[in-house]
C-alpha cells in the first residue's frame, strides 16, 4: 500500500515502515489486561509491547537545533551588576564602594559594543574620583574651589549620559592623526636641551669676557715698547737705532724708579698695617681680660650678698617678727 506524502513545518516526507526493536527489561512497563471469570475472580495477563525506534531526526528536533546554531543562548553573566536604577538612559549605575576602580571593567556588560562600554568605564570613574574629592575637601580652604571643579565636572558627566557629545571612535573621520602620548624620556630629554642651552650660554659669555680682558692686557703690554717695529724698519740707520737704545734705556730706568717707589710704599703700607693689626689684637685681648674681671668681681659680689640675705633670713624667725610688730604697736 503505497502512502500519501505529508508536509509539516516545510517538510514534505512520506512515512515508511520500519523496523521494530523489541525492548525486553526489567524496568518495562507491562499492560494488564484483567477479565473476570465466571466465578467472579480477576486473572492478570502480561504482554510486551514492541516500541519503534526513529532511526533519523524528526522535524521538530531539526529546527530547535537550527535555532539554537543561529543565536547565541543568553548567559546569566551578562545581567550581573544590573539594577533597577539602571533602567532610563541605559547606563548601569555605580557598583558598589567594596569595588575597586581597576575592577570596573568586569561589571560591565558585555553585550555592549566597546565605545558603549568605554563610556560606560568613563562614567563610573569619574563619579568615583568626584566622591573622593568631596571626602578629601570637605574641611579644608580649598573646599569652595574644589566644589566649583565638581560642579563642572559633573555637567560634563551628565552631558556625556545625555548623548550631548560621543566618545565613539567609529565615526572618527579617515585620517586624523590620533595623538599620541610623549615618553616620559623625551620630556626630560628637552628639559636638559634647555637647561643646558642656557648654561652653554652663560659659558661663551664667559668665554668673550675672558677674551676681551686678554686682548686688552695684550695691548697693554706692546704699549711697553711702542716703537720696536721702527727700529727693525730702520737697521740700516745708526743714529735711529742709537736714539731708539738710548729712549728705551732711559724708559726702562723711569719704570725701575717707580717700581722702586711703588715697593718702598707698599713696604711701609704693609708695616704700618701689621702695627696696627697688632694693636687692635692687644686692645681686643686686654678689653676681653678687663670683661672677664669685671664679670668674676660681680659674681663674687652677687654670692657674697646671697650669702649675706640667707643668713639673715635663718637668724630672724616668726617669733621675734611679731615681738618687733608688738614694740611697734605699743610704741
Avoid at 637668724?315 to 614694740?327: C, E, K, P, V
Wanted: hydrophobic share 35%; charged share 30%; proline share 4%.
Amino acid at each position: 500500500m503505497k502512502r500519501k506524502a505529508e508536509e509539516q513545518e516545510g517538510f514534505v516526507f512520506v512515512r515508511k515502515r520500519r523496523e521494530t526493536v523489541a525492548v525486553t527489561s526489567k524496568e518495562s512497563e507491562s499492560i494488564k489486561i484483567a477479565s473476570q471469570t465466571p466465578n467472579g475472580a480477576k486473572e492478570q495477563k502480561n504482554e510486551e509491547v514492541i516500541i519503534a525506534l526513529p532511526e533519523n531526526d524528526t522535524p521538530v528536533i531539526a529546527k530547535n537545533q537550527k535555532l539554537r546554531k543561529a543565536s547565541e543562548r543568553r548567559s546569566s553573566l551578562s545581567q550581573r551588576g544590573k539594577r533597577a536604577s539602571s533602567i532610563g538612559l541605559g547606563f548601569e549605575a555605580l557598583p558598589h564602594a567594596d569595588v575597586p576602580t581597576s575592577e570596573y571593567h568586569r561589571h560591565i556588560s558585555a553585550d555592549l559594543s566597546e565605545p558603549l562600554r568605554m563610556k560606560q568605564l568613563i562614567i563610573w570613574s569619574g563619579s568615583n574620583s568626584l566622591d573622593e574629592q568631596r571626602r578629601n575637601y570637605a574641611e579644608t580652604k580649598e573646599s569652595s574651589e574644589a566644589a566649583i571643579a565638581r560642579s563642572i565636572v559633573r555637567e560634563v558627566l551628565n552631558d556625556l549620559v545625555a548623548g550631548k557629545f560621543d566618545v565613539s571612535w567609529y565615526q572618527r573621520p579617515p585620517g586624523s592623526v590620533i595623538p599620541t602620548k610623549p615618553h616620559p624620556q623625551n620630556i626630560r630629554n628637552h628639559q636638559l636641551v634647555d637647561e643646558l642651552s642656557v648654561k652653554l650660554k652663560k659659558l661663551k659669555e664667559e668665554e668673550a669676557a675672558w677674551r676681551a680682558i686678554f686682548s686688552s692686557s695684550a695691548n697693554s703690554s706692546m704699549f711697553a715698547l711702542p716703537e720696536t717695529k721702527s727700529v727693525q724698519n730702520n737697521a740700516d740707520n745708526g743714529d735711529a737705532i742709537e736714539d731708539e737704545v738710548s729712549s728705551s734705556n732711559q724708559y726702562a730706568s723711569q719704570m725701575n724708579e717707580r717700581l722702586n717707589e711703588v715697593e718702598e710704599r707698599a713696604m711701609i703700607a704693609v708695616d704700618t698695617l701689621s702695627s696696627q693689626v697688632h694693636t687692635i689684637q692687644s686692645l681686643t685681648q686686654l678689653g676681653r681680660q678687663y670683661g672677664e674681671n669685671v664679670m668674676n668681681k660681680m659674681a663674687r659680689q652677687y654670692a657674697n650678698h646671697l650669702t649675706e640675705v640667707q643668713s639673715l633670713r635663718s637668724q630672724t624667725d616668726d617669733a621675734s617678727i611679731l615681738r618687733s610688730i608688738s614694740r611697734i604697736e605699743n610704741e
